[in-house]
């Protein structure tokens, strides 16, 4: 949150990914509304953030990224990309479990 902090704007930035674990889960050493990562970017400017909700699979979070960001490359807008990308994994045989697609959402705007 420090590192964030001390950014002075992403005014310009239309989405910030982040595949890690737990990146929209609020830190309960703090106060307020922006308490978390995700939240942190769209206050410093950026219009959406895709963001996990608990500890993610590395294999599944990759096979999902990559689906996102090709949904994207194709035209796509955001919740569509990820939206989609979560479909195709819950119709996979290996990541049909939603342990593995349905951690991530997106915050902001969704366009």
């Known amino acids: 949150?420090?590192?964030?902090?001390?950014?002075?704007?992403?005014?310009?930035?239309?989405?910030i990914v982040l595949s890690a674990c737990n990146t929209a889960i609020n830190d309960e050493k703090?106060?307020?509304?922006?308490?978390n990562p995700a939240k942190a970017f769209l206050r410093k400017g950026a219009k959406t953030a895709i963001a996990s909700l608990w500890a993610v699979?590395?294999?599944?979070?990759?096979?999902l990224m990559n689906r996102f960001?090709?949904?994207?490359?194709?035209?796509q807008n955001k919740i569509e990309a990820i939206t989609n990308a979560q479909r195709d994994l819950m119709k996979s045989?290996?990541?049909?479990?939603?342990?593995y697609w349905a951690a991530f959402e997106l915050i902001g705007q969704w366009k």
């Open 93 to 99: 045989e290996k990541f049909s479990h939603p342990y």
């Open 57 to 63: 699979d590395d294999a599944a979070t990759g096979e």
């Open 69 to 75: 960001y090709k949904n994207l490359l194709d035209g």
């Open 30 to 35: 703090l106060e307020g509304w922006i308490n």
């Open 1 to 15: 949150m420090n590192e964030i902090n001390r950014i002075r704007t992403l005014r310009n930035c239309q989405l």
